[in-house]
């Protein structure tokens, strides 16, 4: 898990898929006959994008991920002001359902 952005309105941070390695030991509590090395499970990264202000958080995956990486590769290659960061957070937090939750 890696913070990529952090403001007074938005924080966004990237979730690894396996990126531990204590999830070997995980993986093989689950160990079966049928699965030796332990149950397969499908990799999977993300970016949560929490809305400070809106007290809401997104998780993308699959395709969204795929977008919104498209968009951090563009921001490495030009970098853009805090504005534009910030309109490009407000469109993906507009699918923001869940409340922030602290356990």
Not at 16 to 38: F, R, S, T, V, W
Not at 40 to 52: L, N, Q, S, T
């Amino acid at each position: 898990m890696h913070t990529l952005y952090d403001s007074d309105s938005y924080t966004v941070t990237h979730m690894l898929a396996n990126a531990d390695a204590d999830d070997a030991e995980a993986a093989n509590a689950a160990q079966n006959p049928q699965y030796p090395n332990g149950i397969p499970v499908m990799a999977r990264h993300g970016f949560e994008i929490v809305d400070k202000r809106a007290g809401k958080e997104v998780y993308l995956d699959g395709s969204w991920a795929e977008l919104f990486q498209q968009h951090i590769v563009a921001w490495q290659v030009k970098t853009p002001t805090q504005e534009e960061v910030e309109d490009t957070l407000e469109q993906y937090a507009e699918l923001a359902q869940n409340p922030i939750v602290v356990h």
